[in-house]
Each structure stands twice: as structure tokens, then as C-alpha cells.
């Protein structure tokens, strides 16, 4: 087995090195093609004349594409129609994203329609209260205690509506989204539309 000793990037003689630890070197990028070699028996040369060395750039390619074929061979095929049905009948649930594999677009979805659904519940259950107490307010003659419940539930009443016009933007948007899948063309290869 020979020893080699190689010229780094400073100009500076180093080794020995075997051959095993030479391939390690190309691998990683501390010798290039072009890097001037000589051996113990004083042979000069250039690294590229040495056979079965895989440079930082060919190992790196090969990796690469090991990779690519790896999530390829791991990811199935998906169905436009699938995609638009999810939209359509699980759109609120953010369905049709995780689908799509878009997962950070399936947890907005998710949290937003659980959250919209917690304040709807809410400030429903606040009005029901507020005229409940209104109408036992004036029921036994407190007619300032009701004009403040009242003030209070169009308070609540405010909230109720906020809450309505946000739920109906994130409606709208997902009604948006899903004309976008039926109409839009461009896809990502599978057949589901591109996110813009």
C-alpha cells in the first residue's frame, strides 16, 4: 500500500497519508482534482490520476441524487379530485392541505376554525345570558339593571359580529381557494394546484 503525501490549499506539504485516508480527503473536499500528490517512492502526479477516487463534488452529486430517489420512491401519487373533494367538504378542517403535504397551511387551518368555533360558542352562550338576566331585571322592577345588561350584551353583540365577519373571510378565502383548484392549471406535478 503506498503512503502519499499532498500540497494543501497553502502550499504546505502534508501527509502521509494511506489510501483509505486519501479517499477520505477527496470525499470531504481537502484534496481536489488538481491537487499535486507524490508518493513515498517520490512518483509526482496530480489526485485525479488516482484511481477509485470520488471527489467532495461527485460524492456530494451521488448523495444528492440517493436522496432525491429516496423521497421520490417514498411519496404516492395525488389525485386532483381528492384534493377538491377535501376542500370542499373538509376545507374548515385544513384537509386538503395536509393532503397536499402542506402541513403548516393544515395547522392554520385547523387552529383558526378551532378557535373561530370556540369564540362563536362563546358569545353565543354570553347573549343567551345577557337576555336572560335582562328579562329577570325588568321582570322584578329593576329597570337600571336591565339598561346595563343591555349595554353589556351590545357589547357581547359586537363581539358576536366581529367574530361572524372574520368567520365569513376565512369562508370566502377557502371558497377562493377551492375555484383556484378547480380552475388553476398549473400544478406541482401531481396534479395539485401550485401554492402561490
Known amino acids: ?9 497553502n ?3 502534508q501527509g ?21 500528490l507524490e508518493t513515498d517512492t517520490g512518483r509526482k502526479g496530480l489526485a485525479k490520476q488516482v484511481p477509485g477516487l470520488k471527489f467532495y463534488t461527485e460524492h456530494y452529486n451521488q448523495t444528492q441524487q440517493t436522496q432525491i430517489v429516496i423521497s421520490e420512491d417514498k411519496s ?3 389525485n386532483r379530485q381528492t384534493y377538491i373533494i377535501l376542500a370542499l367538504f373538509g376545507g374548515w378542517t385544513g384537509a386538503h392541505q395536509f393532503y397536499a403535504n402542506r402541513k403548516d397551511d393544515g395547522k392554520v387551518n385547523v387552529i ?6 370556540i369564540a362563536n360558542l362563546f358569545t353565543n352562550e354570553c347573549h343567551r345570558l345577557m337576555e336572560y338576566r335582562i328579562a329577570a331585571a325588568r321582570s322584578t322592577g329593576f329597570e337600571a339593571l336591565a339598561i346595563k345588561f343591555e349595554n353589556e350584551a351590545f357589547t357581547f353583540m359586537i363581539l358576536y359580529y366581529l367574530g361572524a365577519i372574520v368567520f365569513m373571510a376565512v369562508l370566502i378565502a377557502q371558497i377562493v381557494q377551492i375555484v383556484k383548484a378547480i380552475t388553476n392549471t398549473k400544478t406541482d ?6 401554492k402561490e
Do not use: C, H, W
Open 16 to 36: 502521509p497519508a494511506n489510501e483509505q485516508a486519501l479517499k477520505e480527503l477527496a470525499e470531504y473536499g481537502i484534496i481536489t482534482p488538481d491537487t499535486q
Open 112 to 117: 383558526l376554525s378551532f378557535v373561530l368555533l
Open 76 to 78: 404516492e401519487p395525488l
Open 189 to 194: 406535478g401531481s396534479g395539485i394546484p401550485m
Open 11 to 13: 502550499g504546505q506539504r
Open 1 to 9: 500500500m503506498a503512503n502519499y503525501f499532498y500540497i494543501d490549499a
